[in-house]
């Protein structure tokens, strides 16, 4: 595997900028390319709430799929 460093600073670049932004804040989309106000994922407020008391940052909130979760 062949990485270039800038490749990796873009990466924790935007990692930054994703956890260092409110969560409530964050409008999540399933594709990049498919970004209007039809495609946005709803997340219930109160998940995002719930979230929030777990102590792990928001691109945990993504990864571990925790933003599908209903009441």
Known sequence: MKVTL???RLMSELRLAIN????EDIDLY???DAISDNDKIEVDPEI????????L???DFITSG??????
């Open 48 to 55: 995002v709430r719930e979230f929030g008391m777990t102590g």
């Open 30 to 32: 399933e594709d990049f």
């Open 57 to 59: 940052n928001n691109i």
């Open 6 to 8: 800038n490749a990796i």
């Open 20 to 23: 260092s932004t409110p969560l």
């Open 66 to 71: 925790y933003y599908r979760r209903t009441k």
